[in-house]
Nanobody
């Protein structure tokens, strides 16, 4: 099973941007869809963006128009560009296949101050 390591989180002010990266331990080419999930305190983990092997993307309504997911199969990496960040985007962000493996990494903390 591929191991996934998320990075790029941090503390930014509302309106700012962050770019998250998800590095895989081996090729993700065979994984049809990769996704970024997030879990805010006291809430369930939710899928916010996904991208298929051919580049088709889909987004949760809450992030549509602000987040962009991309993947570089050669680099075994999935990215999440997050713009116009809001305090409600504060969460731990994880990457995983869609549907998920059921095994999660440590994620990367994103905190947006108002």
């Amino acid at each position: 099973q591929v191991q996934l390591v998320e990075s790029g989180g941090g503390l930014v002010q509302a309106g700012g941007s962050l770019r998250l990266s998800c590095a895989a331990s081996k090729s993700i080419f065979s994984i049809n869809a990769m996704g970024w999930y997030r879990q805010a305190p006291g809430k369930q983990r939710e899928l916010v963006a996904q991208i298929t092997r051919t580049g088709t993307t889909n987004y949760a309504d809450s992030v549509k128009g602000r987040f962009t997911i991309s993947r570089d199969n050669a680099k075994k990496t999935v990215y999440l560009q997050m713009n116009s960040l809001k305090p409600e985007d504060t969460a731990v962000y994880y990457c995983n296949p869609v549907p998920s493996f059921g095994s999660w990494g440590q994620g990367t903390q994103v905190t947006i101050s108002s």
